[in-house]
């Protein structure tokens, strides 16, 4: 039996190129018929975002240095090669980023019970469909019983803070091997690609390693 192509992503609930990237691949996947496992790893693209956040068009302007009508642009653009892949983004003129510490808290605790993709996407879908503030831990609540895991439990892991030391070591083992932007995908812990290259990119890419296996067995 092939064991399944392993995929380790560092990715950001906030980050759209995240979605769409995995959106992609989840494509790619089903286009080349080569099996695949995911593993999700914590990045944050804002550490010391303020607590209530910041409206998201303000944002890119501040930290990209564009204007209103880029940051139009890009969402724009967005939306666009979000639509056929199934991806409903909703931004808004009041659309805002958020600090997503805890939500990482969260990912990592749901490992446990092998819940962490379903939370993943859970969580992509609260942020940039629904619009949510996944910083509130409500919203974050929420979106835990929408993937079938304890409520109460979860409250109780964001109210110890229990998770909080591991997931920064995680972070901090990332950014060390030089990831600085997400999403970062690394192929059967060899190969790593940065941003969304696409279905047919990573259609490739599958394709290469299932050939590299079979040529060394």
Same mark, same amino acid.
């Given at each position: 039996?092939?064991?399944?192509?392993?995929?380790?992503?560092?990715?950001?609930?906030?980050?759209?190129?995240?979605?769409?990237?995995?959106?992609?691949?989840?494509?790619?996947?089903?286009?080349?018929?080569?099996?695949?496992?995911?593993?999700?790893?914590?990045?944050?693209?804002?550490? /010391?975002?303020?607590?209530?956040? +910041?409206? *998201?068009? !303000?944002?890119?302007?501040?930290?990209?240095?564009?204007?209103? @009508? #880029?940051?139009?642009?890009?969402?724009?653009?967005?939306?666009?090669?979000?639509?056929?892949?199934?991806?409903?983004?909703?931004?808004?003129?009041?659309?805002?980023?958020?600090?997503?510490?805890?939500?990482?808290?969260?990912?990592?605790?749901?490992?446990?019970?092998?819940?962490?993709?379903?939370?993943?996407?859970?969580?992509?879908?609260?942020?940039?469909?629904?619009?949510?503030?996944?910083?509130?831990?409500?919203?974050?609540?929420?979106?835990?019983?929408?993937?079938?895991? /304890?409520?109460?439990?979860?409250? +109780?892991? *964001?109210? !110890?803070?229990?998770?909080?030391?591991?997931?920064?070591?995680? @972070? #901090?083992?990332?950014?060390?091997?030089?990831?600085?932007?997400?999403?970062?995908?690394?192929?059967?812990?060899?190969?790593?690609?940065?941003?969304?290259?696409?279905?047919?990119?990573?259609?490739?890419?599958?394709?290469?390693?299932?050939?590299?296996?079979?040529?060394?067995?």
């Amino acid at each position: 039996m092939t064991t399944p192509i392993r995929i380790d992503i560092v990715s950001d609930v906030v980050c759209p190129w995240c979605i769409v990237g995995f959106r992609q691949l989840e494509q790619a996947v089903a286009q080349s018929g080569i099996e695949a496992v995911v593993y999700w790893h914590p990045f944050e693209l804002n550490p /010391d975002m303020v607590p209530e956040g +910041e409206n *998201l068009r !303000d944002h890119i302007m501040r930290k990209y240095g564009s204007t209103a @009508e #880029q940051s139009a642009k890009a969402r724009e653009n967005l939306q666009t090669i979000g639509a056929p892949l199934g991806i409903n983004f909703a931004f808004s003129d009041d659309a805002r980023i958020y600090n997503t510490f805890q939500a990482h808290q969260l990912l990592h605790w749901a490992q446990d019970f092998e819940k962490s993709h379903d939370l993943k996407l859970a969580l992509f879908n609260t942020y940039f469909e629904q619009g949510k503030d996944v910083s509130n831990s409500d919203v974050l609540l929420d979106a835990v019983a929408s993937v079938g895991l /304890d409520r109460d439990e979860a409250a +109780e892991v *964001l109210k !110890d803070g229990r998770f909080a030391d591991i997931v920064r070591e995680k @972070e #901090q083992f990332w950014t060390s091997r030089g990831v600085s932007g997400v999403p970062t995908m690394v192929f059967d812990q060899r190969h790593a690609t940065s941003g969304a290259q696409g279905v047919e990119t990573f259609a490739n890419i599958l394709t290469q390693l299932s050939q590299a296996r079979e040529a060394a067995s």
